[in-house]
């Protein structure tokens, strides 16, 4: 029997030691906050000294380092992207500026000749500290999902050694947010409802609060977290390999009206060839079906400028209605 986890605000709690208790988190609400993950406090309090300092820049040094078409690295300006989704019906833009980060695919790698998402990040130019800040909080929480993975792979009857196959060269990317301060008049979302395409997402959230988790009733939850917890939600990846048991679940941010917020949720995706399918039998309910890595994110990447639409009316790109 899976044990009760503690609970906060519509998030359970529970220790990375407890298999069994982040797998029923992760089968019901989708979201758990993990104590005991293991991340230095010190790499995650540079990365929010680092947030603040990213963005405190001139608007012409944001534009001449923003990303391309086929560069997907560097700023993103406020209010550029549009929800990605196919039943868009003229939704104004989310109110967040970015800055995205991909893997550091080695040179020589021969995932490098796959896509344009393989290669190196672009740094701005007035933090020349950035990249060493990044390396050691992108190590730290890949440590972090290796270590959650151990914990539930053998609860839920998971070959670990095929996760780790599915991961060794890998799609994970990170966006460094921004929200300025909302209005009472501006209607923009701070970002729309959606699920992650990943593995699962990591968030050291920030305290003035704004994420939010659609419960199963349909209502919008906060999704609170303790100080000394990382927050993480299954993606559709994790829900396919597991056959439905564990629950990509629809989020959003709300943010809070003349309150300034940053985050950096960490995307873990598996290698652009993977081709996500149940490794489990799915269970009643749950409609099997295939994510094919590679076009799915780049059609991810691609729909995200104003002026693209999807191919096609049945590629699932994370949003909801």
């Not at 196919?86 to 896509?115: I, M, N, Q």
């Not at 959606?194 to 209502?219: A, C, F």
């Amino acid at each position: 029997m899976v044990p009760p986890a503690t609970s906060t605000a519509g998030v359970p709690v529970a220790d990375l030691a407890d298999g069994a208790g982040l797998v029923g988190a992760l089968s019901t609400v989708g979201f758990v906050a993990v104590r005991g993950h293991g991340v230095p406090v010190a790499d995650l309090a540079a990365m929010r000294r680092l947030l603040v300092d990213l963005f405190a820049v001139d608007e012409a040094a944001k534009r001449r380092q923003a990303v391309e078409r086929t560069n997907y690295r560097g700023f993103i300006p406020l209010q550029f992207f549009t929800p990605n989704r196919e039943d868009d019906d003229g939704t104004v833009p989310d109110a967040f500026e970015g800055y995205k980060l991909h893997w550091e695919c080695p040179a020589g790698h021969p995932a490098r000749s796959e896509c344009d998402l393989y290669g190196a990040n672009r740094w701005p130019d007035h933090l020349p500290g950035m990249p060493a800040v990044v390396a050691a909080w992108w190590a730290s929480m890949d440590g972090f999902v290796g270590r959650l993975l151990d914990a539930v792979a053998p609860v839920l009857g998971l070959d670990r050694s095929a996760l780790a196959a599915a991961l060794d060269a890998p799609l994970t990317n990170a966006t460094l947010l921004h929200y300025p301060p909302r209005r009472a008049d501006d209607p923009s979302p701070g970002f729309h409802p959606h699920k992650d395409i990943t593995v699962v997402t990591v968030l050291d959230p920030d305290p003035v609060g704004g994420l939010e988790v659609r419960d199963r009733d349909g209502s919008w939850v906060e999704a609170a977290c303790p100080d000394d917890a990382l927050l993480v939600n299954v993606g559709d990846v994790l829900e396919v390999w597991t056959g439905g048991r564990l629950v990509s679940t629809p989020h959003r941010v709300a943010s809070p009206e003349g309150a300034e917020r940053y985050s950096a949720p960490f995307f873990v995706v598996p290698n652009h060839a993977v081709v996500a399918e149940p490794f489990l039998a799915p269970v009643d309910g749950f409609e099997a079906r295939s994510i094919p890595m590679g076009s799915v994110q780049a059609e991810v990447w691609r729909t995200n400028w104003p002026d693209e639409a999807p191919s096609d009316s049945h590629t699932h790109l994370g949003g909801v209605g």
